[in-house]
Structures are given as C-alpha cells and as structure tokens.
C-alpha cells in the first residue's frame, strides 16, 4: 500500500518549495514578522491561507476546537493558545488578532449535546463557549449560527482580559476582529459593534472591530483591515 502522506511531503519539496525557495530564505534570514495573529477553530474546512490571501510568514496561527481563547489568568494548567497570544503580541507585536469561528461548527453544537464520556479535556475546553448558548434545548440552523457567532464575541471580550493586548488595543496600536466564516457561501462575516452584529465582508466597511467602541474615533480600519490612523 502506498504512503500517501510520504508521497506528498516529497511531491511538496520537488514542485511546490522550489516557487516559494527565496520568499523562505529571507524568512529565514531575517525572522519572521507576521502582523496577523489569527486564532481559528480547527475545523478542516477552515483554510486560513484561501480566506486571507496570506502566503508564507504573513499570518501567525492557533488553532483548536471552537476558536476559543482560554482566560488569561490561569493557575490550573497548560494552555498552548494563551501562550500564543502572548508571544504573538509581547514578541512578535502582531496588529491584529483575528477569531474565526464558522457554520456547521462541531464544537458549538457539542455545547448543545453530549460528548463522550472520555473526553474529558474536551468537555472541560468547551466551557470556553458555554456562555454563548441559547436555553433552547434542540436548536435548529438559525440558533447554531447565532451561537457561533455569540461565541467569536465571547472570545474577543475574553482577550480583552490580557493585559498586554487591552493596553495595545486602547492605545490604538492593536486591533481585534471577530469571524464568522459561511462555509457554503464562501464568506466571512465580520463583527462590527457600530452596526451590532455580523455583517458579510461584500456589505462591511471595515475587516471587523472588536466588542467595543474603538478608543481612538480617529482609528479606522480600511477594507484590509489595516489601521489607517494610529500605530
Ligand atoms: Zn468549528
């Protein structure tokens, strides 16, 4: 039987390294800079580099089940995404932290139902969204979508307990925007809090905005959701 998975690791170092060659040996020579922090749900259908454009050193990832950022004061254990967050801001000095959670997300409609019983750590991560839920007990499209969008909000409140990303984000030199990704549309939906709610990317002014007036009125982000004022 063949080994597809070695097949593609040498179909990618014969066709597709010898293109991007040169674009990595500069990362390699002067380090990566990438000024998007982008934390997505894992979920396969999620492809941040179709979604964004990005190529290579252009987006710094985290991914896990939900899209969900852990508190940052923790005392009870390991948490991979809150030390991304944190090297992400305090080393690499990202502009930007993207959450992007989706439709027909499994975690979101696990908060609904039952997880078997050895996933223990699974269970314990989804309360991470379990403030999202509606009390409706068999929720049907509409209210799964709510949710997962309710959840990306919860999200961008709850990185807004980081002390290093509140201070960058008041001082107009961060900013946070919230995902929905229509997988069957093939469109974000970007929260914006001037207008209340998700709005897709072809009818939004701005990339997304956090849960929160911005600070600095004069701070707007353009289509790229690049800052045009502010640092
Ligand atoms: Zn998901």
Redesign the pocket.
């Known amino acids: 039987m063949p080994d597809e998975l070695l097949e593609r690791l040498r179909r990618f170092k014969e066709d597709a390294f010898p293109q991007y060659r040169a674009q990595f040996q500069q990362l390699v020579d002067d380090g990566q800079q990438p000024l998007t922090l982008f934390i997505g749900?894992?979920?396969s259908r999620?492809v941040p580099y179709l979604l964004t454009g990005a190529g290579p050193g252009e987006l710094f990832l985290v991914r896990n089940?939900?899209?969900f950022v852990p508190p940052y004061d923790q005392s009870h254990g390991f948490h991979g995404t809150a030390a991304a967050i944190e090297f992400a801001v305090l080393s690499l000095n990202v502009k930007r932290i993207v959450v992007c959670?989706?439709t027909?997300?499994?975690?979101?409609r696990a908060l609904y139902g039952e997880v078997p019983a050895a996933a223990q750590n699974l269970v314990r991560w989804l309360d991470l969204g379990r403030e999202a839920t509606l009390p409706i007990a068999d929720p049907g499209p509409e209210v799964l979508r709510r949710t997962?969008q309710r959840a990306i909000v919860l999200q961008l409140e709850r990185l807004m307990d980081y002390p290093m990303v509140r201070e960058r984000v008041e001082a107009g030199s961060l900013t946070l925007h919230g995902w929905h990704y229509v997988i069957e549309d093939g469109e974000v939906h970007v929260f914006d809090v001037r207008r209340g709610g998700f709005v897709p990317a072809s009818q939004a002014d701005n990339a997304g905005t956090g849960p929160y007036a911005p600070h600095d009125p004069n701070t707007y982000l353009d289509a790229s959701g690049v800052p045009t004022a502010g640092d």
């Open positions: 749900c894992s979920d999620i089940v939900g899209a959670g989706h027909h997300c499994g975690a979101i997962e």
